[in-house]
């Protein structure tokens, strides 16, 4: 165990006084729900990701996502189909692996002087960013993962908090007033999946030299709401069942789509559920 690993045990046992003290991940500051963290890149990685809804997927689930429809996402889950990126997707996607880091180094300097906060009233004494990779429910209707972007601890909080970042390639950060409903659905299922209560949502974008944080509330109705979907979702295609060289689709209605009054209906229900508020808007 490394010096930073020994740090973060040691405040783990001072502040949230954990009966296991050997697991950290799997069961400790995620209270009673135990959890399989799965590294991101591993075999064990890869077949999830196939075998389950993600997360950062589940828009598609529910058609909120404009560049990929439901039927879609169900031809690619069930390997009829490959997603296919463009040069500027790849592009976005890369411009966030590399500034997520930076984004999180900033996040954590913000929050050492007391900028972020509910109270706004100290400074933490001792705080960690811990990264993780992928997370899956043991329960047994719960039948997605997902993978963090880093989970906060301090004792400026009362409880860990997760943490998701984007960094907008084009969007402009005046334009940007609130979370979509879509990055919503993400941490919703995120926190649900991990047992924890707030989401610290960073957008931060280099070239406007801009950070944004909202803080968005974890809501049991709504999360109910969107796993009861999913599971609809993974019966109606019959998403992770074993596949066979012969295996016939043709029962299954890869034409059903959503319709524009759907979308409207799931983006109202999930943004008038879900609580969040603006934490910090500052330069970087």
């Known amino acids: 165990m490394n010096q930073v690993n020994k740090k973060f045990v040691e405040f783990m046992r001072e502040k949230f006084n954990p009966e296991n003290k050997g697991d950290f991940l799997n069961g400790l500051f995620i209270g009673k729900q135990k959890l399989a963290n799965i590294p991101q890149g591993t075999k064990l990685w890869e077949e999830n990701r196939i075998k389950y809804p993600t997360c950062s997927q589940l828009a ?13 996402y169900a031809r690619i889950m069930k390997g009829l189909e490959v997603e296919v990126f463009n ?3 790849r592009d976005c996607m890369r411009h966030g692996m590399i500034w997520e880091p930076c984004t999180r180094k900033i996040y954590m300097t913000l929050r050492k002087f007391g900028r972020i906060t509910d109270q706004y009233t100290q400074s933490p004494k001792k705080y960690f960013c811990l990264e993780t990779g992928t997370f899956k429910s043991n329960k047994e209707d719960v039948r997605f993962t997902g993978s963090p972007d880093g989970i ?21 950060m005046e334009s940007i007033d609130c979370v979509d409903a879509k990055y919503l659905i993400q941490v919703l299922s ?12 960073i957008y931060m974008k280099s070239s406007e030299a801009e950070i944004i944080v909202f803080r968005v509330d974890f809501n049991q109705e709504a999360f109910d709401y ?8 993974i019966t109606d295609y019959e998403i992770g069942l074993p596949k066979s060289e012969n295996q016939d689709f043709s029962h299954l209605n890869f034409k059903k789509q959503v319709t524009q009054g759907m979308r409207d209906e799931v983006s109202q229900f999930i943004t008038g559920k879900i609580k969040q508020r603006l934490l910090y808007r500052g330069p970087i």
Request: glycine residues 6%; proline residues 5%.
């Open 87 to 89: 040069d500027f997707s």
């Open 60 to 72: 598609k689930i529910l058609g909120l996502d404009p560049n990929c429809s439901k039927s879609k």
């Open 190 to 201: 995120l926190m649900g999946i991990m047992n924890l209560k707030k989401c610290d949502f």
């Open 226 to 233: 969107l796993n009861d979907r999913v599971n609809e979702f």
């Open 152 to 172: 906060y601890f301090g004792d400026d909080e009362d409880e860990p908090i997760l943490i998701e970042i984007k960094n907008p390639a084009i969007r402009k």
